[in-house]
């Protein structure tokens, strides 16, 4: 399984675009890359996943460079309910565990 | 939107006591995962189960810990005696296909003490 790097933790103002990066160096050419967001005592929650290029949903967009070795979750006009823990994981699919590792914590401030 | 359902949200038990959690998957989920996360640390891989077996197990998942899908709706993760290592929140997961595009779906989780 591909290794991810992500800052440790990122702060914010209400209104603001957030850009979190993450590094997967050894990606696989099946992988998929997912976000994955978490309030405290809740469970993880999907935001977003992307092979390449860009891809956008109501809740963000994921942009994925050529080479796939790093990808950029973008929030637009964060608000503080935003405040939460974000994974990045590199997804091998076929039904396979995801691998979790510390997550960027993001502090959004009024 | 469809939700994976976990009960009970809180469970307090005895060390050396059996523990039950429970969990409603997605209706038409083929794939079942347990994840625990201990208070502020990641969360962690325990379990897979697909088409009525386990596909996957961590290290974390050892003798005292077993899974069940008992009657095609439920599934359920038995720790058969606790242990005050065992607290922590316990997340179900399910998939609809375990490839790509879709994500796994959470649910809110079980946080378990052990006294």
């Known amino acids: 399984l591909a290794k991810t790097t992500q800052p440790i933790s990122m702060d914010s103002y209400e209104g603001q675009e957030v850009n979190i990066t993450c590094s997967h160096n050894n990606i696989a050419t099946n992988d998929y890359i997912t976000w994955y967001q978490q309030f405290p005592s809740q469970g993880p929650r999907f935001i977003i996943q992307g092979y390449k290029t860009k891809v956008t949903n109501e809740v963000a967009s994921l942009f994925i460079p050529a080479d796939r070795k790093s990808s950029t979750l973008s929030l637009p006009r964060v608000s503080l309910s935003d405040t939460a823990v974000y994974y990045c994981?590199?997804?091998?699919?076929?039904?396979?565990?995801?691998?979790f590792g510390a997550g960027t914590i993001l502090r959004v401030k009024s | 939107e469809p939700e994976v359902t976990q009960t009970p949200s809180h469970q307090v038990t005895q060390m050396g006591q059996e523990v039950i959690l429970r969990c409603v998957p997605i209706?038409?989920?083929?794939?079942f995962y347990w994840y625990r996360q201990i208070l502020g640390q990641k969360v962690e891989f325990l379990v897979s189960?697909?088409?009525?077996?386990?596909?996957?197990k961590s290290e974390i998942f050892d003798d005292q810990f077993s899974v069940e899908r008992p009657d095609g709706s439920n599934f359920t993760l038995k720790i058969r005696s606790t242990k005050l290592e065992d607290s922590a929140m316990y997340f179900c997961?399910?998939?609809?296909?375990?490839?790509?595009?879709?994500?796994?779906?959470f649910g809110s989780g079980t946080r378990l003490t052990v006294v």
């Open positions: 997961a399910s998939s609809e296909t375990g490839q790509g595009n879709y994500g796994y779906t």
């Open positions: 189960f697909y088409n009525n077996e386990i596909s996957e």
């Open positions: 209706s038409n989920h083929l794939y």
């Open positions: 994981l590199v997804d091998t699919g076929n039904g396979n565990k995801l691998v």
